[in-house]
T-cell receptor, first 115, second 114 residues
Framework: GAVVSQHPSRVICKSGTSVKIECRSLDFQATTMFWYRQFPKQSLMLMATSNEGSKATYEQGVEKDKFLINHASLTLSTLTVTSAHPEDSSFYIC???????????FGPGTRLTVT | AQSVTQPDIHITVSEGASLELRCNYSYGATPYLFWYVQSPGQGLQLLLKYFSGDTLVQGIKGFEAEFKRSQSSFNLRKPSVHWSDAAEYFCAVGGAGTASKLTFGTGTRLQVTL
């Protein structure tokens, strides 16, 4: 089946720094990718929709200047958490929908810890 | 707006017992429904999905789910639970199109006692 990878799997950064998370579709092209955030013992909340060749669409309440999304190619989307703070510590998961279908393939997630 | 309700936050069953996890959804059009499982610190694994057709769908690991439009439900079932089934289970709803967003329920944590 289709595979989506994320890098890094874990990252620890200091407060005030920025961190970039990559999401790649390994064996298919994705014009759209989704970014979710999951706090401990909570559900996944959609943050934004990443669109190849155009601006990302952010969900209500998500700061677009803080969570920068770039969909550089048909197989790569990046999420940059700028000026990270401890409250940004979370599990970030990306997904890419199957072309022509309605199933989404999820990456393994990135655990971000901001100290 | 689409939404998913999983009324049971935590369920404990004995190994070998049957399991049913409840899911109710709200969606303005034909829903596409999913069940995912997540082990601690891991990503999501798709158990099964419903798009159309037979309302009883079979998934991996012996799971099945039944779509009941009249009740807006998509409950997950397994006849005999194994200790390895202990995990977090999420029900999700989406719509047509590859740009369709998924809305997740709050999840049900399954604990299996030996």
């Amino acid at each position: 089946g289709a595979v989506v990878s994320q890098h890094p799997s874990r990252v620890i950064c200091k407060s005030g720094t920025s961190v970039k998370i990559e999401c790649r579709s390994l064996d298919f092209q994705a014009t759209t990718m989704f970014w979710y955030r999951q706090f401990p013992k909570q559900s996944l909340m959609l943050m934004a929709t990443s669109n190849e060749g155009s601006k990302a669409t952010y969900e209500q309440g998500v700061e677009k200047d803080k969570f920068l999304i770039n969909h550089a190619s048909l197989t790569l989307s990046t999420l940059t958490v700028t000026s990270a703070h401890p409250e940004d510590s979370s599990f970030y998961i990306c997904s890419a929908p199957q072309r022509g279908g309605y199933e989404q393939y999820f990456g393994p997630g990135t655990r971000l810890t901001v100290t | 707006a689409q939404s998913v309700t999983q009324p049971d936050i935590h369920i404990t069953v004995s190994e070998g017992a049957s399991l049913e996890l409840r899911c109710n959804y709200s969606y303005g059009a034909t829903p596409y429904l999913f069940w995912y499982v997540q082990s601690p610190g891991q990503g999501l694994q798709l158990l099964l999905k419903y798009f159309s057709g037979d309302t009883l769908v079979q998934g991996i690991k012996g799971f099945e789910a039944e779509f009941k439009r009249s009740q807006s439900s998509f409950n997950l079932r397994k006849p005999s639970v194994h200790w390895s089934d202990a995990a977090e289970y999420f029900c999700a709803v989406g719509g047509a199109g590859t740009a369709s967003k998924l809305t997740f329920g709050t999840g049900t944590r399954l604990q299996v006692t030996l």
